[in-house]
């Protein structure tokens, strides 16, 4: 059972995240001026939303999650918009397979992020505290095939109670024991397509936000991306 | 219509057959209704609904606000993960083989199946909800023929067409949701109690979609033309490999705590013979036609059974491919490879006569010169080693290692 | 991805009972009080790594690029001898080079690594001792594709295994040479 397997890792993403709390966004040293995005490319959006049922289990909704899709590269959009820069489309929900390398490669430094600079006690001596991680070269050809200077990758995990869970919540807080409630959790990276640096990191983790409308969208989208540089 | 009324009767059958005959009911009935339909009109023998063998039709998408939409999002992206994934076998000859047989089996719903060869050295094979099917090599080294690579793919494709993982989830979350409160109210104290029962229960719902996935596995096999007595042989080639490396008194230890295992096997066989009979056309075995398909991978997939180590499994696997006859050469090669890695006492000369015998029989894999040349230098037969290692290289100057051996060869 | 965070968040159960520390030129460095060796780089030593018999030093993060000290490796010893019981098979002080090159193999292909292969396999010193050296690719089960360069020696019936790898974009090229001269500069205590 795949779905179980991955809702257990989504979980545990969940626990490690909000054990380690301190959602702050972490920036290049070096690169603390303005990054200057004019054209933004938007990798698919990984996102997923489920039903949580009231015996705690993740049931995948299908519905929501292309809605979801849709509000958050239109928040996106206009985020972007006001910065007088405009986002360049992928134009597929999958990856393409040339850039496949690209994308896993992203995920295992997304990966060394979290762990690194989110996990207290983590931090790599070599780091010195600084942000510079990098996809290298790499990602020229992305530059090159969309004529885009940035690069925007989004992860989003989002659950939601159904009654019975709201119930189960409900009546564990009355005899003291935690029942967890949905919860949102995700983070969103930005990379400049001529150096490969990631410039900019983002991680939300919370009990609350949702992506199933366009308007809640907006105020999720605007609190992951709170601070993106210009 | 017909079909709502059909699969409304069967899945009415199946709950009732559940709990008031037992397990066996759940794939017979799916085998004796179309017995009784075939008795009334032969003419819809081609259709697959006559066999009630499906809860789907060709082309099936579920919508997108249903929990199956959601089921099916979470394997449309989990069968991108499998496509780029590390293992994945891309040869375009083999694939399409299977992919050949696979239609002949799934018959309208052959584009409703997408298959995706794995490189995993283990006998399994694996359905997802949306059609994507995985076949691991160390299944393909296993089975003998394209009948009982038939058997198998029938067997998927049935827990595809009786949405068995939409069941399952629906399961574990109804199961889940029932212990909810239990778990609040007793504040999980007793919870491992209560939930030890429920996994039992889920677990006894997983085997009766694993036995009707074989009945119907037969149903469409034996339409497709497979003989369906070919089925349980793969089952009892497993069993004998098992028994192969635990012994025989394990292995009776092993089958009686699983007696649904046991009785799975000898369900299967007596539903094969029913099948037989009554399609008594199904006939082709293909053995001659899977060998030669398999034959170009067969020394990769034989080299990653022998990287498992698991030298009495291998063993049994090698005696039962020897039967075969084909690429003899090889497999003398492999027993060779087989007593090297083992490295038991009296292992290196077994080891090399084998390595002799698979020149003899024929052209084996280059690599046999440097296997010999190794075992004549634990030997202290320099000379001859060097001889060895000299075939080697003249048959692979740019092996990855050629450098290595000519130092090595220096040395002595 | 969420392979990698389930990786990651598993390693950092286990990362997180033990910090990292930082390993600086141009002094020597011992490890496992076995040899020592000379950065030329600053790099971060993992004390606390997910395998009981390995040292493993990174600068962006052991998924990235990790150099690993294999020390030690006794007769019948497995070469990763991880924390968890998996069936891989066992080193022999009777192994010559090109035994140990196929116990690799099996090794990785055992924890999971998929289409191993190992290339350029040449005699090399290992602190002053006759030694091999290899390069190798695969790909991990999540499909990203990997490089590594290994060198290694038998000593004393003991197995000592040096191994670079890390991320083919990128990461594996970033701190190759670096790495390189780690290994050129063993030395025996």
Redesign the interface.
């Known amino acids: 059972m795949k779905w179980l397997k991955h809702s257990a890792v989504a979980l545990l993403l969940g626990l490690f995240m909000s054990g380690c709390a301190g959602h702050n966004s972490f920036r290049t040293a070096e690169n603390q001026a303005p990054v200057n995005i004019k054209r933004l490319l938007l990798m698919p959006v990984d996102v997923e939303l489920s039903l949580l049922t009231a015996g705690g289990i993740k049931e995948p909704n299908a519905q929501w999650t292309a809605n979801a899709r849709r509000h958050i590269a239109d928040s996106v959009r206009q985020i972007v918009k006001t910065h007088n820069a405009r986002v360049v489309n992928y134009g597929s929900n999958h990856v393409q397979p040339k850039h496949v390398q690209i994308v896993k490669l992203h995920g295992a430094v997304g990966g060394a992020i979290l762990i690194h600079k989110y996990v207290q006690g983590n931090a790599l001596p070599t780091k010195e505290g600084k942000f510079d991680w990098t996809l290298g070269n790499s990602v020229n050809q992305l530059r090159k095939q969309y004529n885009a200077d940035h690069a925007l990758f989004i992860f989003m995990r989002d659950s939601y109670a159904s009654s019975g869970r709201k119930a189960a919540v409900f009546v564990g807080s009355l005899i003291g024991a935690n029942v967890r409630g949905g919860s949102q959790t995700g983070f969103a990276s930005l990379v400049n397509l001529r150096t490969g640096h990631v410039v900019w990191f983002n991680l939300l983790a919370r009990g609350s936000g949702d992506l199933r409308t366009a308007d809640a969208a907006r105020e999720t989208v605007g609190t992951l991306l709170a601070g993106i540089p210009k | 219509m017909r079909m709502r009324t059909l699969t409304l009767t069967l899945g009415a059958a199946l709950i009732l057959g559940g709990c008031a005959t037992g397990n066996m009911s759940a794939y017979e009935s799916g085998l004796e209704g179309s017995e009784h339909d075939t008795a009334a009109s032969t003419a819809k023998t081609e259709d697959i609904g006559t066999y009630r063998v499906t809860d789907l039709k060709p082309g099936h998408r579920p919508p997108l606000n249903t929990d199956e939409g959601g089921l099916w999002m979470k394997m449309d992206k989990a069968e991108g993960g499998l496509r780029s994934s590390g293992n994945i076998i891309e040869d375009p000859a083999l694939n399409a083989y299977v992919r050949r047989v696979t239609c002949r089996v799934a018959g309208k719903y052959c584009n409703d199946i997408r298959i995706y060869l794995a490189r995993v050295p283990h006998f399994n094979a694996t359905m997802a909800p949306n059609g994507a099917m995985q076949i691991w090599s160390g299944l393909l080294l296993r089975v003998q023929n394209e009948a009982q690579l038939a058997a198998v793919i029938g067997h998927e494709i049935a827990h595809y067409l009786r949405q068995h993982s939409l069941k399952k989830m629906r399961n574990t979350i109804d199961t889940a949701n029932s212990l909810a409160f239990f778990n609040i109210a007793t504040l999980g104290i007793t919870a491992g109690l209560a939930d030890l029962a429920a996994v039992g229960s889920l677990q006894a719902n997983n085997r009766d979609f694993e036995r009707e996935a074989d009945g119907y596995g037969l149903v469409l096999m034996a339409k497709a033309g497979y003989d369906p007595l070919e089925a349980p042989k793969v089952w009892q080639n497993l069993i004998h490999e098992h028994r192969a490396e635990k012994g025989a008194e394990s292995s009776a230890y092993f089958l009686s705590t699983h007696p649904a295992k046991r009785e799975r096997v000898n369900a299967l066989r007596s539903l094969s013979k029913k099948a037989k009979r009554r399609w008594s056309k199904a006939r082709a075995i293909g053995r001659k036609s899977y060998l030669t398909r398999i034959r170009p991978y067969r020394t990769r997939l034989l080299r990653d059974e022998l990287q498992l180590q698991r030298f009495k499994r291998s063993q049994a696997l090698l005696n039962l491919l020897k039967k075969n006859r084909t690429g003899m050469s090889e497999l003398h090669y492999f027993q060779g490879e087989l007593y090297r890695l083992r490295n038991k006492s009296g292992d290196r000369k077994l080891a090399l006569a084998s390595y002799q015998r698979a020149l003899r029989t024929g052209r084996p894999p280059v690599e046999l010169h440097r296997a010999m040349g190794l075992l004549l230098l634990k030997e202290k037969q320099q000379a001859k080693a060097n001889q060895a290692f000299d075939r080697y290289l003249r048959r692979a100057p740019n092996a990855e290692d050629a450098e290595m051996i000519r130092h090595m060869m220096k040395r002595g | 991805?969420?392979?990698?965070?389930?990786?990651?968040?598993?390693?950092?159960?286990v990362?997180?009972c033990a910090?990292?520390?930082?390993v600086e030129p141009p002094q020597r460095v011992k490890v496992s009080d076995t040899y020592s060796v000379s950065p030329q780089v600053?790099?971060?030593r993992v004390n606390n790594t997910f395998f009981k018999n390995v040292e493993q030093w990174?600068?962006?993060?052991a998924?990235?690029q990790a150099l690993m000290f294999i020390n030690n490796v006794e007769d019948g010893q497995p070469i990763f001898r991880s924390r968890r019981k998996i069936?891989i098979?066992v080193f022999?002080s009777?192994m010559?080079?090109?035994?140990i090159?196929e116990l690799f193999?099996?090794s990785m292909?055992?924890m999971q690594?998929?289409?191993v292969?190992?290339?350029?396999?040449?005699?090399a010193k290992f602190g002053g001792a006759d030694g091999?050296r290899?390069t190798f690719s695969?790909?991990?089960?999540?499909?990203?594709?990997k490089k590594g360069i290994a060198r290694g020696s038998v000593r004393n019936k003991k197995l000592y295994l040096v191994v670079y790898l890390g991320?083919?974009?990128?990461?594996f090229g970033?701190y190759q040479r670096a790495a390189e001269g780690v290994m050129r500069s063993i030395r025996f205590l």
């Open positions: 991805m969420r392979r990698v965070l389930f990786v990651v968040a598993a390693l950092a159960f990362a997180s910090p990292y520390q930082l600053k790099w971060s990174t600068v962006d993060g998924g990235l069936n098979p022999r009777s010559n080079s090109l035994e090159k193999e099996n292909a055992a690594a998929q289409k292969r190992v290339q350029n396999f040449k005699p091999f290899f695969y790909k991990t089960k999540g499909g990203l594709d991320t083919r974009l990128h990461y970033k």
